[in-house]
DNA sequence: GTTGGCACTCGGTACACTCGGCTGCTAACT
DNA sequence: AGTTAGCAGCCGAGTGTACCGAGTGCCAAC
């Protein structure tokens, strides 16, 4: 643990350097408010605060840069909450307040609000959809001869599709009949339960209910809106390093990774994963900072940023919070 | 119009730029094939490409490099079209074969393709649902006290979904009774046309279908999936400007954008748009590549790859070429 | 019309040097 | 004992100079 005094040279080594994007040197330490002492005693500390690995001089003779565990300490301990600027609340305000056509598209825009808050790239993980919500209607349609679609509507408004194949020769008749067999069976089930349908007298329509209910069954085809970037244009302007910035895209790219990273970090149970933290390499000089949202008081899905690890983490974690608590509204209220 | 000689220095020029990123000089061009001259002519030579517009110079004595007009000439004339390397042949063809579980998802892993394929980001654009398919079926499920889903299943396999709000206590059978009637009268008409639908004798079941209808006329809000980008990362590599990158991510970042230029290029019947051709600012150092791609004989969507306007044009020309084709069969076949 | 030769231009690199910011240490001070 | 001022030293960034090499334009000769 840090005394009082590194504590607070600490701190105004990180905000100092989130400022400006340079190592600091110990005049500026002195001169910061809640610093009073002369820059020679900062030193002293500073060389403390190196050595217990809090800080890092990039060469002999520059400032010092916070390190991984500096910037933890300072979200952990050393960062005060803080509210929202006026104008920032003011736009989530706005922005929940404007009507929304569908719910996709509000997620989407939402990774593009946060974006715009903190300056950094915004990122929503869409409610994990297995297992929550109850099935509210099934419906079966052909196309052509042997191709069908099976259309899903569950009770939160998610539409879920399937396209399956049918035996020849499937009237739009029997493809009623297995629809309403089906509905009639499934309404109210939850998604992900395998539901036990009892079987028609007809054997079509027997054979399609059970090609439905293995295409329901079946692997989520893992749908393509599970999440939303909003700035990742952004990025290119938090590192200078233009490597740096190919891969993180790269990662950004891979979905699954993405989903994988939030769900993984909101687990632990952290707010804010540092560099290593976050447990994939190319993002060693990222952080993230991530809330949990919530459908009718369930955890449905993850709001986050994600920027370079030496990013405004108070403004971010109030923005994150901030959205996720009037996106749990809104998601709720309908 | 240039005469042969001009053409070989210009073809020269443009193909070592675009291996090199270097401006070149009449040495290297003086060696290569086709041009059996001196470097002292194609020094001569290069200075009236200049005056033309054909070329520029970075500054004075350095080599020279293709303007937008130099490239526009190369795409026209000089370059031949070439087959896709045996590597990438086998690639497409692995990809098609594979099976893939939605168009959606194939369309996103498409883009993916064409920039593995060409090392530069891929463009798909989705069909334009609007005017093309035809109603197969029309669902109408409530939730909740006033909310309802609509579900419109189109010929091609796609679903829209649109979230409307319904009167109070419009029960099951109402909706169902609603459903049915649209159905009915809707089925095998143009998903843009605005369809007239007789009412009923009931006038609740009347409200819902005029509702209904007003929702599927209403403007498409804008699909999220319209359009999909594979190896936007790439960007980051393609130019050493991180501005540059950034500008180029940001539009990328804004689908209308993307999936408006894309169209128009097409309707100018362009297969390439280089860099102020694009009509997009930001895009100066760019260039697209595209093509459209069909369904069962009638266009569909577009494909293209955007990249540097250094970028490989025979091979780009080729991959999109390639993929356009493979993707309308596969699309057309089902 | 083409070519070799030549003078010239200019970006890039290497090097030396300065400047400024920062450190660590020591000695003096409270 | 803890704090501070002062100082010597370090080192990166920036600047000026010299030089090299790639490339050009022009001219005279072929």
Redesign the interface.
Known sequence: MLDDRKAAILRAVVQEYIETAQPVGSGHVARAPGVDVSSATVRNEMAGLEAEGYLRQPHTSAGRVPTEKGYRFFVDHLQRPVRLPGRSAEEVRGFFARAH?????ML?ETSRLLSDLTNLTGVVVAPSGPPEAAV??V?L?T??AS?A?L?V?L?D?S?E???IEVPDGVGDERASAASAHLTLHLAGTRRGARAVVPHTGDRAVDDLTARALDAIAGPP??D??LVYL????????AF?A?ET???V??I??QQIVVVTLLRDVIDRGLAVAIGSETGVAPLAECALVVAPYEIEGERAGTIGVLGPTRMNYPQALAAVAVVSNRLSDRLTE?
Chains 1, 2 share one sequence.
């Open positions: 056509v569908e719910a996709e598209q989407a509210r209607s419906q349609v196309l052509g191709a679609v259309v509507v009770s408004g539409v599709k399937r396209t085809p893992d393509p809106d909003g700035g990742t244009a952004r990025m290119a302007q200078d233009i910035v190919r891969e895209l790269a950004l790219e309908r």
